[in-house]
């Protein structure tokens, strides 16, 4: 079983990456021949400055790595390096229909915040969709807001194999529907976009700073606390054990304790639960060769995986 995931470097991961992305494609990696990749291209719709995306690329690289990802199990690879991605993107979007991107809520929604309408964030999905099919992917885990985008890429899929015959497998998303969504410092959905996020691997101080601006309601001190849609608990229940959880619950029914205690709590918990991994990310950082060891290992794996498939498909559809 092929099971493949990306990533766009475009800024500091964070709970929500961590806990929606990156830990669930790191435990699948015991289950079959994962490839996961760092979006750059993608990427490029957003990030503007060379710089900041050559430090985003090796910083997330490090995090994963740091994380768990297991450069001996998965191909860690970096998108740009296999640009017949980029090749399968145009003949993908040779059969993909206006009206399919059209109405990609991702799309919508960063018109409505007001980026500017590019090329590129307007066929993002057929660049997402040639990255999945280029590896001929079986299981693809994201997060619920890519689901739309992994229905565009079987949609493209079957248009494919409907006009040259069968090219491509569909792939099955993976997506954990039970509280899939991590909130923010704000209680909506944490995304960068959002201002409302907490790194895993923010220094101390920082960390501290913005788990103790979680929003709260005005609940006075010595009266029980609303359990439910609590910001502060369902960030505990990620980084505590049962028990602790079952304390701190009590302690909300309880009264007498006000939310300060409770994310001082929060934030030893979130502090001790990514200890280990902060300290096997500055081992790593350590190492300047190490990330692009693994790059440059993953990029050769990952080319030899894609070529075999863009080389059906030139043939397929009469480029050779
Ligand atoms: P952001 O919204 O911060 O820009 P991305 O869109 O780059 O995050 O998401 C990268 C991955 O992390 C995707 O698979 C996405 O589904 C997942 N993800 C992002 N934010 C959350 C969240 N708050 N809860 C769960 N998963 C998330
Ligand atoms: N669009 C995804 C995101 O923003 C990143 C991504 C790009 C991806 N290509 C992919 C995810 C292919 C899964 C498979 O999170």
């Known amino acids: 079983m092929r099971i493949l995931s990306g990533i766009q470097p475009s800024g500091t991961p964070h709970l ?21 990749f760092i979006a750059d291209l993608h990427a490029l ?35 740009s390096d296999v640009p017949q991605v980029a090749e399968l993107a145009w003949i993908l979007s040779t059969v993909t ?68 015959g069968e090219v491509f ?17 704000d209680g909506a959905k944490m995304s960068k976009s959002y201002e409302n996020t907490i790194e895993m691997f923010a220094p101390e101080k920082a960390l501290r700073k913005k788990v103790m601006g979680i929003k709260t309601d005005s609940t006075p001190v010595e009266e029980p606390k609303p359990v439910e849609g609590s910001v502060i608990l369902d960030l505990y229940k990620l980084v505590a054990s049962p028990s602790e959880v079952g304390a701190m619950i009590e302690g909300f029914q309880a009264g007498g304790t006000g939310y300060g205690d409770f994310k001082k709590r929060l934030f030893d918990a979130v502090w001790s639960h990514f200890e280990p991994m902060r300290r096997r990310r500055e081992e790593l950082a350590a190492d300047p060769g190490y990330v692009d060891k693994v790059l440059a290992e993953g990029a050769g794996r990952a080319l030899e995986a894609a070529e075999k498939v863009i080389d059906r498909v030139r043939r397929a559809v009469g480029l050779r």
């Open 16 to 36: 929500g990456n961590y806990f929606g992305m990156m830990k669930p494609a790191i435990e699948l990696q015991e289950r079959g021949e994962a490839f996961y």
């Open 45 to 79: 719709t957003t990030v503007r400055d060379a710089g900041v995306l050559r430090d985003n690329v090796r910083n997330l690289a490090l995090d994963f790595l740091a994380c768990g990802l297991d450069p001996a199990k998965a191909v860690f690879f970096r998108q």
């Open 97 to 164: 229909p206006m009206g399919l991107l059209e109405r990609c809520h991702s799309f919508k929604d960063k018109m409505a915040r007001g980026l500017p309408a590019s090329h590129g964030l307007f066929s993002y999905p057929v660049l997402m969709a040639a990255d999945i099919l280029l590896y001929d992917s079986d299981l693809v885990p994201v997060g619920k807001d890519q689901k739309q985008h992994l229905e565009v890429t079987r949609d493209i899929a079957a248009k494919v194999n409907e006009i040259y």
């Open 169 to 185: 497998k569909l792939p099955e998303p993976c997506i954990r529907e039970d509280g899939a969504v991590v909130p923010g410092v």
